[in-house]
């Protein structure tokens, strides 16, 4: 379930315009408070809560949900100034911004599976990144790399939905989902070296 609305009218200190998205998770023990990146607050409802208590639950939490704004408004601003301090080629940057999150829910779709949100991003260690809210991360860089080896790191990431960590039995998923994974992983690291 995921249901966007304001928060207003439920005595909350947020403006009109905030918007809030509740998100039942199965697993949830609790309600969790999350700011992304565009400042929409995120909240995870358990199984077993109500809407109408993780409205209040966001409203209790203002002060944090501000606080946290801004950090993600100066972590979003820290962020551009080193994409353009690294200068992606800005045409290869648009190619990434069209063809990996196209080519992820494509992947995701085959798999069975739901991604909340895809970034292109310029990160200096990571190929991908996956949030435990299905937010998955790429580097722009895919976009210039063999499609066996774009798709091995987009199928890493999607098989984090299934398992957060790399232990046995994510390995034994990923490697179902992308038999010639080792190849690409050697691939990586030989061009991480050079």
Known sequence: MQLAL???GVGSGLSRTDEVVFVRHPKARRYILRVVADGTVRVTVPRWGSKREA???AAREHAWIERERRRVHVDTLAGSSHLHLHAADPAALARARKALPARLLELAAHHGLMVSRVSIRNQQWRWGSCSPSGHICLNW??????????DYV????LMHLKRMDHSRRFWKLVAAACPDYQAARAWLRTYRRA
């Open 6 to 8: 304001p928060l207003s």
């Open 55 to 57: 409205a209040r639950f």
């Open 141 to 150: 860089r895919l976009v210039d790399m063999p499609p066996s080896v774009r």
């Open 154 to 157: 987009i199928i890493h990431e």
